[in-house]
Each structure stands twice: as C-alpha cells, then as structure tokens.
C-alpha cells in the first residue's frame, strides 16, 4: 500500500489481516460476505474498480473476496 491508497482498500486490507489464520477459501467468502452485509454499494463498485485497476495494492484475500463480488455482479 502507499499513502495515496483509497480508503476502501485500506479498509478491505485490514479485514483480510483478520483472516490470515482461516483456510484460503473461508476467508474470502468471510471478507466477501462482510463487504456485502456493511458496505454502501457505492463503496463496493469502488473497490471493484480499483482491483481491476491495481490489483497490487490488494491483500491477496481481500483481492480473491473483491473478484467474487465482481462475478456476483458482473
């Protein structure tokens, strides 16, 4: 991350820090599901665009939990 890093992928960053220590694939879908229960839908269709864009500023988990959502979407 760098100092210009949004702040929803500073936020999506720090929830995936929660689930390093859960199997891969049970931490993505915890972070997906706490993206769609908390966050505003302009807050979602922000992060999507900015995984798209720099998917290196991504927590890999947050990342994989950021795709999901697009695939729900599309």
């Known amino acids: 991350m760098t ?10 960053n720090d929830i995936a820090v929660q689930f390093h220590s859960r199997p891969p694939e049970k931490a993505v879908e915890w972070i997906a599901d706490h993206i769609r229960k908390f966050w505003d839908p302009r807050m979602r269709a922000d992060v999507r665009k900015r995984a798209a864009e720099q998917p290196e500023e991504f927590d890999p988990l947050a990342l994989e939990a950021v795709r999901v959502l697009e695939r729900e979407t599309g």
């Not at 100092?3 to 999506?12: D, E, G, H, K, L």
Request: no cysteine; aromatic share 0%.
């Open 3 to 12: 100092a210009t890093t949004s702040p929803q992928i500073r936020m999506v």
